[in-house]
């Protein structure tokens, strides 16, 4: 049973590119939560999909958008890149929005 | 706003030499707190969750324990295996509406 899964695994981009992650929740799951992790920082909130809508939303400029697709599966798009946008990518799965959550490995985007 | 506080952000343990993690936390209408385990480049992995004060959970050397105000982890004679960043998370909030935030972990190095 494959947990979830994410990538790429890591991405290199130049300051004011756009990026689009990729993340396959693990199966069974329906909700897909991104969290940004800063190096040394616990995980920030984004955003929440549920059927195929954005339910909730932390404290991230609208440069960070999201989507979610029929099967579930999800993207995070973020465009005109900062270098303090460089951080390590989250996607956690669950089974409806307020249930636990599995994480997977991540995505390191370093922006230069 | 929904705060989480774990201390300390370091932690130092000689092999067989048991300490408590806290995570203090100030939330409106808590669901449920949990602890994570993060090696280093990769994402959080759950250890357990609960839900209301006094209740308790164990797996393998590791202990969880909940107040109205903070949660503990106690890690009985820790092994270098056990050396990782250890996250607590809290879910709070009413209906269909539950955000999750996490502390900034406690860095844990066990020393053989």
């Known amino acids: 049973d494959a947990g979830v899964t994410q990538s790429p695994t890591h991405l290199i981009k130049t300051r004011g590119q756009q990026v689009t992650l990729r993340c396959s929740p693990k199966?069974?799951?329906?909700?897909v939560s991104w969290y940004q992790q800063a190096l040394g920082q616990g995980p920030q909130f984004i955003f929440q999909?549920?059927?195929?809508?954005?339910?909730q939303r932390g404290n991230f400029p609208d440069r960070f958008s999201g989507h979610q697709f029929p099967n579930y599966s999800s993207e995070l798009n973020v465009n005109a890149l900062l270098l303090g946008d460089s951080a390590l990518y989250l996607c956690?799965?669950?089974?409806?929005?307020?249930?636990?959550?599995?994480f997977g490995s991540g995505t390191r985007l370093t922006v230069v | 706003e929904d705060q989480v506080t774990q201390s300390p952000e370091a932690l130092r343990l000689q092999e067989g030499e048991s300490s408590s993690l806290n995570c203090s936390y100030t939330?409106?209408?808590?669901?449920?707190l949990f602890w994570y385990r993060q090696d280093p480049g990769k994402g959080p992995e759950f250890l357990f969750t609960?839900?209301?004060a006094g209740e308790e959970k164990e797996k393998e050397r590791l202990k969880a324990t909940l107040t109205k105000k903070e949660s503990f982890l106690h890690i009985t004679a820790p092994k270098p295996e056990d050396s990782a960043t250890y996250l607590c998370?809290?879910?709070?909030?009413?209906?269909?509406?539950?955000?999750?935030?996490f502390g900034i972990g406690t860095k844990l190095q066990v020393i053989p």
């Open positions: 939330v409106s209408g808590l669901r449920g």
């Open positions: 199966s069974g799951h329906d909700t």
């Open positions: 609960l839900y209301s």
């Open positions: 998370a809290v879910q709070a909030g009413s209906g269909g509406y539950q955000k999750v935030t």
């Open positions: 956690a799965s669950s089974l409806r929005p307020n249930y636990g959550y599995t």
């Open positions: 999909y549920y059927e195929e809508e954005e339910r």
